[in-house]
Structures are given as C-alpha cells and as structure tokens.
C-alpha cells in the first residue's frame, strides 16, 4: 500500500487494474442479474507448498483468508499442497491434494542446502508423475481460476495449460506474498546464511516466467505491484489484513505469571528475516531492561532467537529479561495481546507486508517498530500510539519510555479505519475480479523449457510408487 493508504482492492483498484477488468465486471453483474436462477458456483483453486486448513505463518493465513472470503460469496474452492513435510497433511481438508515429497528427494535438497519451497519447484518440474495427478485433479474440478500461493509450483500449472482438457476453461492467477527473488537474495546476504545462492536464481528464473504469464498478478503492496507491472500490466493490490482476535484463554494463568512485569509482545513467524531483525534492534544484549521488564517472544521466530550464537553470548542476561514461549494457540496469543504493554516490530527486512503491524493496529496497543514494519501500512505511522525508530540506539530507548511510563492503550482509534483491516475489507473485491478474468483453453503450443526429464526420476517413482505420499484426502 502507498502512503496516500494505497490502491487496495477494499478502497480503489482502478489505477492499479487492467483495462478489461472494469467492462468485464459490469457485463458479468448485469448477466447474472438477468439470469433465471441463480449461477452455477464459480471454482477456485489455489495451489502451495503449505496446508492452510490450520493457518499459523502469513502465508497461511493470507491464503486462508482468500479462500474463506470466496467461500462466503458462494465459490467453491480446494487447495494443493506439495510439501518435503509429512506433517503438513493435518493442514489440508477434506478434498484438497496432498504431495508428499519422497525421502530421497528431501536428502536431495538437504545435500545441495536448497530451501525447501525452492526444492518443490525442482520437484514437480522433474516429476512427470505428479504433474500428472495434479493435472488430473485440476481436470477432475474444472476451476474457473487456478492461484499459485507463491511462486513454486508454477511448472505443473505451467504444463497443464499446454495438456488440460479439451473442455477446461479457466484463468491464471500469480497469488503474491512478496517478490520471493528479492527476498531469497536477502536472506542470502545475512548473517550466518547457508542457503545455496542457487535459489535465489531459481526463483528469479520461476517468479519472472509466472508473472509475466499469469492473467492476474496480486500483490500485498503498492510497492510490491510496482515491480510485478514490469513484467505484467495486470496487477492489483489487496492488502493482508486480519481476523478480529479470539477468546483469550488462561488469560487468569498469564496474569499471575507476568505479574509485576511490564512487559514487550514481539509475535513472528521463523522467517529469518523476524530473528534478524529483533537480534539487531533488541539484541544481543538485553541489558538495558530492567529486571521489571519482560519480552514475551511468541511464534517460530522464538527457536532461531534461542539458537542464534549473537544471543547465546549473552544468556545469562538475556534469559533473565525474555519469554521465548513459541509457537501458541489463539487463544493464548489473544490472552498474551491483552496483557502486554507494548507491540515490538523490529523488522529490517524482508518482503511483502507485516501481518502483525495489523494485528497490533487493530487491537490497539501501544507500538514501538521500525518504520519497515509498516510498509503497506503508512496511514497509521502517524498514530499517537505508534512510535518508530530505524537504529537499535534509538529503538531501545522508545522501548524503554513505554515500558517505564504508564500504561496507556489507545481508545480513540478511528473505527472505520481500524475496520479496514479485516480481510473482509482487504479482499472484498477479489470474488469479481476472479470473476470476471478471461478463462483460457489448452495451449498445445505452448513451449515448456522449464520442464525437466522426466526420465530423472522413472525408476525411483515406479519402485516406491506407493511410498511417495500422494493423498487425496476425502
């Protein structure tokens, strides 16, 4: 989102929309308008190398919250996932596509340091069997739209345009968190990096050709469209937003463990940039907190801050001013949120928008963060409760003020604003724009470079063709 609070599809998508958007929508409204009855349900199907039935990581959240939206405006949605994790089965419902990544294939991506979404591409691209079976569920669903949820499996999408049915008919969209080549080059430049820099290429090479290709691009920022609309005139924004919080619970529990503490919630996932950025503004050396003063570190981002060498070399200091409690279930995060004085946002880097910038915003706490924090959320960087600082020096010493003065949660918030936050603002507009996409047949002509052999891996999928973790659950 821009600074004059952005092209968002909840408030106006018109400079940021392809010509054909605007006419289509207004033919579709009148032709079902006209219609006897109502129309038959329009299909949608997202595909990623997460589950997103029990979303916990942005990701997840945002692709769930896309699905749900369809879903109350009577669409009917599934969703695929590839994964090296057998784990993330328990995330996918009943009728979605599970991939599971063969054993050998994740010793593969260990060996050459590839990050596992970045192997999934490399997977299916050389996996001719399973661009098959999901080429046969796309075929068995018939979607009006196919959504990549980033980038990765774009190579079986790829090639199910040039094999699809005679009869399918439906439209490409790249579904984007963040530009995942930019982002992937980041990571690769911090401290302590393993990651191959062949991924970053690679997702260079896979992002650019999706982009490029996809009926519709849609970004979580202005910033992020304004690089996909090199590649693509077809851009929207739909900024990320949240749910209202849930029922806190052990709220009592809390209370009593925090008890004469003030206390600093920094909640992430463990994206590396989240541990990065809290050891360079907060840490390595906790000791400018009082023994009064607490962080409470909830998320996966809480396991790389305790394993992380720079935070080691101070333990016995930090650990006497910080909680590394983890990954937590709503209701403890909503208990967590109500009892903290302030919302920490250290981030530095990274890409796409900050979930809990709009966490915090909505549930009106006190904020100390960096002004990259609020990337697609600068309307609200002038808020009395909001208080940014862009060097440890002077992040500390805002931390310190609100920690050591009153508590003071902001009570007169604009409402409409904090309103449009939810997902049901943010990605109002998304059901008539998918709809009114221009749906495309097979293109037998289509080249398929991207493609590897799948002689690569025919003898491994024949032998172990029981073993390799397809599941359609239902």
């Not at 979605?96 to 990050?115: A, G, H, N, Y």
């Not at 699809?164 to 490409?172: D, H, I, K, L, N």
Request: aromatic content about 8%; some cysteine.
């Amino acid at each position: 989102m821009a600074t004059d609070s952005a092209q968002t599809l909840g408030r106006d998508h018109r400079r940021s929309t392809a010509p054909w958007i605007l006419p289509l929508c207004v033919t579709l409204l009148h032709t079902s308008d006209a219609s006897n009855g109502p129309p038959p349900a329009m299909k949608y199907v997202s595909l990623g190398t997460f589950g997103i039935a029990n979303p916990v990581h942005g990701g997840q959240l945002r692709a769930n919250a896309i699905h749900r939206v369809l879903r109350e405006r009577g669409w009917e949605t599934r969703h695929i996932v590839v994964s090296p994790n057998r784990g993330a089965s328990k995330d996918v419902e009943p009728g979605d596509l599970f991939v599971e990544m063969p054993r050998r294939f994740r010793k593969k991506m260990t060996r050459r340091k590839w990050r596992s979404d970045v192997a999934t591409a490399e997977f299916v691209a050389a996996s001719r069997f399973h661009r098959r079976e999901i080429a046969k569920f796309l075929d068995d669903f018939r979607p009006d739209v196919i959504a990549l949820e980033q980038c990765w499996l774009w190579p079986a999408v790829r090639e199910y345009r040039a094999i699809c049915a005679p009869e399918a008919r439906f439209s490409v969209v790249y579904c984007s968190n963040n530009v995942e080549q930019e982002l992937l080059a980041q990571e690769a430049r911090m401290p302590g990096a393993e990651a191959d820099p062949w991924n970053a290429r690679r997702a260079a090479e896979i992002e650019s050709d999706l982009a490029a290709k996809a009926d519709l691009v849609v970004a979580v920022s202005e910033q992020d469209a304004a690089y996909f609309r090199k590649l693509n005139p077809s851009v929207v924004v739909a900024a990320n937003g949240i749910w209202p919080r849930a029922t806190p619970v052990g709220l009592e529990h809390w209370a009593s463990r925090l008890a004469g503490l003030r206390t600093a919630l920094f909640v992430a996932s463990g994206h590396p940039p989240n541990a990065n950025g809290f050891l360079e503004m907060i840490a390595p050396d906790l000791g400018f907190l009082s023994p009064a003063e607490r962080i409470v570190v909830v998320g996966g981002v809480a396991g790389q801050i305790e394993g992380d060498p720079r935070f080691l070399r101070n333990a016995d200091v930090n650990n006497a001013r910080i909680d590394l409690l983890g990954v937590q279930e709503a209701g403890t995060l909503s208990a967590l949120i109500e009892l903290a004085d302030v919302v920490i946002l250290p981030i530095l880097e990274g890409g796409g928008t900050n979930i809990k910038t709009a966490e915090a915003l909505y549930n009106r706490k006190q904020i100390v963060a960096t002004p990259f924090a609020f990337r697609g959320y600068e309307h609200f960087k002038h808020w009395r409760s909001v208080r940014l600082a862009d060097n440890p020096v002077d992040f500390q010493q805002l931390l310190v003020q609100v920690l050591r003065s009153e508590r003071r949660d902001p009570l007169s918030a604009d409402a409409a604003q904090l309103k449009g936050l939810l997902w049901t603002a943010t990605l109002q507009d998304l059901s008539q724009l998918f709809a009114a996409l221009p749906r495309r047949g097979r293109d037998a002509s289509a080249n398929l470079p991207m493609l590897r052999s799948a002689d690569v891996f025919a003898g491994f999928l024949s032998a172990i063709s029981q073993r390799l973790g397809l599941r359609t659950k239902g």
